[in-house]
């Protein structure tokens, strides 16, 4: 049948009742967004993760070569399909599962934790915001994620918190990695423009909510701050990020950015500011700079070598001695947020986040909302493997033992292994009427693998620049909102954090970002030390380290116990 390119369609999406008119072709994944609607779709639209699935309840497209590939005859007679790959031809309606959807009761870390003072108390430090006199005054500080939003309303001077407000990033329906985001941006001018202009919409909502919930003006509002890796400061600025896609990664700009608020897209007082953090190099960006500088790794390090790991989808690490930093990112992949895995999803309603398998088999699981399971966040898949390796069900190659293979395993165990229609075997973690069974497969083992072992080779990488082993770390940090939710034995057991550190040295600080975007709010020495920190700490780019790769691959091998 024909169709009229001229004449929008209308899409109605349920259970939302939400709609939209758009010209036929156009993909569902793009129609939800301008629904407000974030469809999940962590492979960036390439058909490769299947996350993004939804029906269509009337004139479903026909599918193309990649929906064929991963939906099975049934589920294509009864309308599913890709979102990111289905184009919209005729007025419709599609309905959207919320397992295709970001969450909002996604589970968003905003709390840090100040292990010690990071700047030093100088007797004439200015407030870098300009307050007027007899009148409220309050700034703003994001924690600009690539996942998520945070923004927390601070009163002015004394920096207190009146509030906090977070979200989904938008940018997500165009890949969960910022290499998809970079991708995005390049296609053209206009591309770049959406990625910025939607972002900026989300923020200065938080920006409304903040100031309904705790009675500011955005008049009121004296400076705003943004603390984000390389590629989120840059699409938020409008910067070129052409040079971000190929070696040797450098940015636009490295210096902290101080402009008027407005000229970032902001309606505040009328001589409010806003001030982007510096970066340090690549991929290492403000965010890493607020992490150094809120957890005062330099200070901690006249004591031992330090080590702090942001762990995410780009994890960056920093490595503190001998009075120098170096800083590195490494794509560990998005397994830590549940994509690419069978049965992964966020740290939302419904997803396993902790795992206990007691000796004789019995499986203990907790799921957020307290509902029944409909998946695995990163937290979990992390306490299933090493539960699983201790049980020897996953050897040191991170290969999963066939049921007969376990000789020793209670017969509770045995039984929750199965080969899948692949003909590999898989763990039944959860199984039930209501709800659908939750398994591990070897794909996911070995996306945890990759994961797992990208973050660990970094970490060894630096620390042979600086001429020291895992033995010689006198104490490590885990930063960001995944690394917060994660159990410290379970880490060590699967090599994501170096197994011969005692546990009293292992510190988690939250979310670091947030806390230096607020510092630099309130001191002008913050700002001094920040701009220091990004200038003074040497980028290790790993991509072009010869040892790099190698370390991968050994980094790879789950530690013996």
Known sequence: MMVEQNKQVSITFEPTGRSVWVLPGTLVLEAAGRCGLAIDSPCGGQGTCEKCRVRFVSYPPEPNETESQVLDADEIAAGWRLACQAGVLHDTVIAIPETSLFSDRLQILTQSVAIAESVDDEPHDELPVEIVDG???????FDLGTTTLVGELLDLPSGTERGIA?????????????????????????????????VVEALNKLIDELCEKTGAQRSEIRGISFSGNTTMQHLLCGWDVVKLSQLPFEPVRYEALDVPAGELGFALAETARAYVLPVIGGFVGGDTVSGILASSITELSADGPVVMIDIGTNGEIVVAANGKLLAASAAAGPAFEGARISCGMRAANGAVEKVVIDPDGTIKCSVIGGVSPIGICGSALVDITAEMLRMKIIDSMGKIANSDELCDAPPAICQRLRKDSKNQTEFVLCSGDDSPNVTITQRDVRELQLATGALKAGVEILLKQQGLTSDDINRVLIAGGFGSFIRRQNAQRIGLIPSDIPAQRITYVGNVSLHGAKWVLVSTAARRKAESIAKTAQHIELSSDMQFQMAFAESMIFPDA
């Open 135 to 141: 009148a409220r005054n309050f700034a703003v500080a």
């Open 166 to 198: 977070a979200a989904i990033n938008p940018q997500v329906i165009f890949g969960d990695d910022v290499v998809s985001r970079i991708g995005k941006a390049c296609t053209s001018p206009a591309d770049a423009q959406e990625l910025r202009d939607i």
